[in-house]
């Protein structure tokens, strides 16, 4: 499956944004799907997951209560909308799927099977 992340862009402290991941390829509602982030300098690191139905969801402790995850199947997408962005939110977002996962073990970059391209969030003060 290939991914297409889009929606990034430069925002201030405090706005929103929503990233869209678009799958094609493949059988997209068999995959658990992923955000994951890089900032520069840092290891990729975990925002937040999505259970095939979309029945499911698990965020990164620094993101809860402020981003949600989401996913349309019948468009083959998934959606994280950030909001109350801070400074710290800035990295490179990336989608990731992983085939008949679950929200339980796909937390870490190396479990997932497949990556988008990544989209540049960055949030002046």
């Known amino acids: 499956v290939q991914l297409q992340a889009s929606g990034g862009g430069l925002v201030q402290a405090g706005d929103s944004l929503r990233l869209s991941c678009a799958a094609s390829g493949g059988s997209f509602s068999i995959y658990t799907m992923a955000w994951f982030r890089q900032a520069p300098g840092k290891e990729r690191e975990f925002v937040a997951v999505?259970?095939?139905?979309?029945?499911?969801?698990y965020s990164a402790d620094s993101v809860k209560g402020r981003f949600t995850i989401s996913r349309d199947n019948a468009k083959n997408t998934v959606y994280l909308q950030m909001n109350s962005l801070k400074p710290e939110d800035t990295a490179v977002y990336y989608c990731?799927?992983?085939?008949?996962?679950?929200?339980?073990?796909?937390?870490?970059?190396?479990?997932?099977?497949?990556w988008g391209q990544g989209t540049q969030v960055t949030v002046s003060s």
């Open positions: 999505i259970s095939w139905g979309g029945g499911n969801t």
């Open positions: 990731a799927g992983r085939k008949y996962g679950s929200v339980n073990n796909f937390k870490t970059p190396r479990d997932s099977d497949y």
